[in-house]
Structure formats: structure tokens, C-alpha cells
């Protein structure tokens, strides 16, 4: 009798460890769902129950990307780029903080940024099935929904990049100076545009393969500033002779060759 108990035992263990693997094989807890939404591109197909007439804006889709180092989030609304910190609690709970935006202006523009920008404010939990994840608030219909696709190359374009070293030395604002040195490659004609310390500066550039970047046809306004202590022609010459550039979260270097950086540029997005 002992040993037909213990088999039947036996067998019923089994079957609900059989069941358990089943289970653990088709069902995702709350823990594992959040673990799968980051570090790739969320792409944006449906908004406020709209499905989104074409995925390119700019050339580009209306998407965002949930950063495991740092607690940040990315991405692009159509017309600017943001960046802000997100928080996930147990039970898919999410919400994003600091969001903060580019102050493009796109007029031809076929939606309004402000309806993607308030889906992040809004949104306090999330669900997520296969390669489709909403943006929920409340038990309320979804305010989002995304599709998955492998995560972008970091994008040198249409950002605001701010000097921070030049030639290794760390570079601060001159009393008098208007603003602080920069530049913005914009994608419209491949056109380069910035300040160098006292006057604006324009020009071309062409991107290749290998992160390699050359400047082109680099002019600047002659605007006389003698009270301001900056070396403008130490920082154009930069543009003269970078060939290739790299980029890691918001810092960019302007390289020659694999000597050290010409100058280092970080990323400022204005809220």
C-alpha cells in the first residue's frame, strides 16, 4: 500500500511540475514584462486610438527608448528630440519625469508634438505583449502603442552640441561672450550651423560609413569682438580636420585619425 501511495505521489508531482513548466513557458510576471522593454525602440503606431498616418516624420519614426544605466529615456516626437528619467515599480507601474525637449520649429509638421510629449506625462503603467507594449493610464484605453524594432545607432543630426574641451583643455564662457560655443548638423541639406565664440559659422558636411564626418565649405560672419577671450580659429580649424567622430550617450569627439579628440562636444536638450 506504501508503495502504490508513493507512486501516485510521485505522479502527481509530476503533472504539476509539468503544468508549472507549462505555464512558466507561455505567461510573463510583471518583473520579467519590464525587463523586455528596455534598451530597444518603441515605435509608435497608435496615439489617443488614432492609428498614425505614416511612421516617418522627418525622416524619422516617432519613437522612444527606455535606458537600463541611468534611469533615462529618449526619443523623438515627430519634430524634436527629448530625454527625460523614468521610474518602474512592481506591477508594470511606470512614470517618467524631466522630460525635456529640442526647440526645433517644424511648421509643415503632420502632428501635434504636444499629444506625443503628454502621453509620458500621463502614462502611469504599461502592458506588454510579444513585440507590442501600451501606454496606459489608469485601467483607461491605451494613450500609446508601440512596436518593437531593434534599437538605433546614436545620431550625431539635428542635435545641439555644446563645447566642452578643445585640443584636451576645458573650456569655460569669456566675460562678454555672447554664448557659449556650439554647433548643429542639420539634415535639411547636410548643413552645419553654429557659434564659435563671436560669430556664427556655417557650412556642409557628408557622413560615411565608420563614423567619418568631413566639413565643407566652412564661412563665418566678421564680426569683430575684442573684448571677448576665446580663439575662434583654433576652434573652426577643428572642422578642417576631423575625419571621423564618436559618440557615447550625449558626449560627442570630433576626432583626426586616432589621435586624441580635437574637441568634445555634450548634448543640451532646453526644456
Not at 502504490?4 to 514584462?33: H, P, R, Y
Not at 528630440?81 to 525637449?101: E, H, V
Request: glycine fraction near 6%; aromatic fraction near 10%.
Amino acid at each position: 500500500m506504501k508503495i502504490k501511495l508513493a507512486t501516485v505521489f510521485l505522479l502527481a508531482i509530476t503533472i504539476i511540475g509539468c503544468k508549472s513548466t507549462e505555464k512558466s513557458n507561455t505567461e510573463m510576471t510583471a518583473d520579467q514584462a519590464s525587463e523586455s522593454i528596455f534598451d530597444v525602440v518603441w515605435n509608435m503606431t497608435v496615439l489617443e486610438g488614432n492609428e498614425l498616418e505614416t511612421s516617418l516624420y522627418n525622416d524619422k519614426t516617432i519613437h522612444f527608448v527606455l535606458h537600463s544605466e541611468g534611469n533615462r529615456v529618449s526619443g523623438f516626437s515627430g519634430c524634436n528630440s527629448f530625454m527625460g528619467t523614468y521610474t518602474i515599480l512592481k506591477g508594470n507601474q511606470i512614470s517618467f519625469s524631466q522630460i525635456a525637449s529640442t526647440r526645433m520649429a517644424c511648421p509643415d509638421s503632420k502632428i501635434n508634438e504636444q499629444d506625443v510629449l503628454n502621453v509620458f506625462n500621463l502614462a502611469d503603467n504599461f502592458s506588454i505583449s510579444g513585440n507590442t507594449l501600451t501606454l496606459n493610464k489608469a485601467k483607461r484605453a491605451p494613450l500609446a502603442i508601440f512596436q518593437k524594432s531593434e534599437i538605433e545607432k546614436p545620431t550625431i543630426t539635428e542635435k545641439y552640441w555644446k563645447l566642452k574641451t578643445l585640443e584636451g583643455q576645458e573650456v569655460k564662457m569669456a566675460e562678454n561672450q555672447e554664448r557659449e560655443i556650439y554647433f548643429i548638423l542639420k539634415t535639411d541639406e547636410n548643413r552645419l550651423t553654429g557659434f564659435s565664440g563671436c560669430n556664427t559659422f556655417s557650412g556642409t558636411y557628408t557622413l560615411e560609413e565608420g563614423q567619418r564626418i568631413h566639413f565643407t565649405q566652412i564661412a563665418s560672419t566678421m564680426k569683430a569682438c575684442p573684448d571677448v577671450d576665446v580663439n575662434e580659429s583654433a576652434f573652426l580649424k577643428v572642422f578642417e580636420l576631423t575625419d571621423n567622430y564618436t559618440i557615447k550617450d550625449d558626449v560627442l569627439s570630433l576626432n583626426i585619425g586616432r589621435r586624441a579628440p580635437l574637441a568634445v562636444f555634450e548634448a543640451v536638450y532646453f526644456q
